[in-house]
């Protein structure tokens, strides 16, 4: 399809203009969800020191930050439990934090140091934290999509009613592997959640470069799979929507798929916010995206309810920079792992 053609299939929801309001809030909700916003800080401000220390000169391992795009996490997290089995990809550190991973042990993975959640030997695109139901994340793209598919799988076969969950980018729906997953979960009824973080770029080419469409879910309908499509800067609409199809999942309907659409606020790879992403991306589309930053949205939200002060929330972020502040310090301070250590990993059981 000529590119002269082409046009957005997402009502709006790719468009920066639009979607921008404070979010709604009930004042019930208000305790819970200044909780969420405060993960969400977590999120943002231990990614922004990771890519202080890129730049630094003190993380060597590639870094892919995704400063822009918290509410997927911590909107699907709040459904999920520690008993399912969620799969990352080369840009988890959201997932990472929102299910339940502390910044300074993925700041001493970034780093290299024996106490970081992969003992130092991941770096920052190979995450693990199988206590709170993170099963790990691999920088190959889509590769982590039928390991999923495999683990809800095992979860069916296992019994109950736990799920296992995919993120992944737009990108990765190119990949072979995506469809031959969404073809057996569809034919076997598997237990897992697709969750595509569509910000509308894979690597450095802009979706419409590469796909007759930008809308994902497409791709669920050809599959016969259930899906939603929202606003992935909307904390209560990503919570929404992943609600209504891990529920229908734990209570048998077969697999589905989620698309929140998002937007990344720095570049493919280190901590640069540049245009150094898409074909098309302008500076002047990153400072639109801006206007719909989740946190903002969310924060308006519960000052416009009257939930909170500007004053409190000030003082919030303060506590977050603090804390991630703390744990850099405590990640520098940390040992590298042992040069005897350097098998040790490699085999789940050593002779």
């Known amino acids: 399809m000529s590119h002269r053609h082409w046009q957005s299939e997402l009502a709006g929801l790719a468009d920066p203009a639009q979607y921008t309001a404070p979010l709604v809030i009930e004042a019930a909700q208000g305790t819970r969800l200044m909780g969420l916003l405060r993960s969400m800080l977590v999120i943002r401000h231990t990614e922004d020191q990771i890519g202080q220390l890129v730049v630094a000169g003190l993380a060597r391992t590639p870094c892919h930050l995704g400063i822009g795009q918290e509410a997927v996490a911590v909107g699907v997290a709040t459904q999920l439990r520690t008993t399912d089995r969620v799969f990352g990809n080369h840009r988890s550190h959201a997932h990472f934090l929102a299910l339940g991973g502390t910044p300074t042990s993925l700041i001493a993975e970034v780093l290299g140091k024996a106490s970081g959640t992969s003992r130092g030997m991941g770096g920052s695109m190979h995450l693990f934290g199988r206590e ?49 997953s969404m073809n057996l979960a569809a034919v076997h009824d598997l237990p897992v959640l697709f969750v595509c973080e569509n910000n509308l770029f894979s690597s450095h080419l802009d979706i419409e470069l590469r796909q007759p469409s930008d809308r994902i879910s497409r791709y669920a309908e050809a599959h016969r799979v259930r899906s939603l499509t929202v606003d992935g800067n909307d904390l209560l609409a990503v919570e929404a929507a992943a609600n209504a199809l891990i529920t229908g999942i734990r209570q ?100």
């Open 132 to 180: 709170f139901g993170f099963h790990g994340s691999v920088p190959i793209v889509g590769a982590t999509i039928p390991i999923a598919t495999g683990a809800a799988l095992a979860a069916k076969l296992d019994g109950g009613d736990s799920v296992a969950v995919a993120f992944f980018g737009d990108g990765a729906t190119e990949e072979g592997v995506f469809h031959e």
């Open 252 to 351: 048998g309907a077969g697999p589905a798929l989620l698309e929140a659409v998002t937007y990344r606020f720095r570049g493919h790879v280190g901590p640069n916010e540049d245009i150094d992403v898409g074909v098309h991306r302008r500076m002047a589309d990153v400072s639109a995206w801006k206007r719909r930053c989740p946190i903002k949205r969310l924060s308006e939200g519960l000052l416009a309810a009257g939930i909170v002060s500007g004053d409190e929330l000030a003082a919030l972020e303060r506590e977050v920079v603090a804390k991630i502040t703390d744990a850099v310090t405590l990640a520098r301070r940390a040992d590298y792992p042992d040069p005897s250590a350097l098998h040790d990993l490699v085999y789940a059981c050593r002779p």
